[in-house]
């Protein structure tokens, strides 16, 4: 399989910082943010290898390191690259970078579901 990647950049704006997201008092990227661009990635990337408009995929599992601080204003980069694929499940290795180099990398994985159908299974959660 030959790998696929999708890149997703964003400027670090105050709504990113740790402080603002409730992950830490710094007003330094929140680690949260940084897990949603690598998941917007995959997931776009996911999204491009359906065939089928009722599909959609959704995460099931990311782990990652976030090792390194990015300040307000500057610009990170996150990347999915699709490692795998094994039936319904899509398999990433994600990282993202900002100027200086890299400031966190892990793993994502990714299902694909009936879009309909698993968004009635959530609305009907609590429903009984």
Do not use: W
């Amino acid at each position: 399989m030959s790998e696929k990647a999708v890149l997703k950049t964003i400027k670090v704006e105050e709504e990113n910082l740790a402080c603002a997201m409730g992950s830490g008092s710094l007003m330094v990227l929140a680690t949260p943010a940084v897990v949603a661009l690598m998941e917007n990635a995959a997931a776009e990337l996911a999204q491009s290898e359906l065939c089928d408009d009722e599909l959609t995929t959704v995460g099931t599992m990311i782990s990652i390191e976030h090792t390194s601080p990015t300040p307000l204003g500057a610009e990170i980069t996150a990347t999915a690259v699709l490692t795998k694929t094994d039936g319904r499940m899509f398999y990433f290795d994600v990282k993202a970078e900002d100027k200086k180099g890299e400031i966190a990398r892990g793993t994502h994985t990714r299902v694909i579901v009936k879009a309909e159908k698993f968004q009635m299974k959530a609305d009907g959660k609590f429903n009984d």
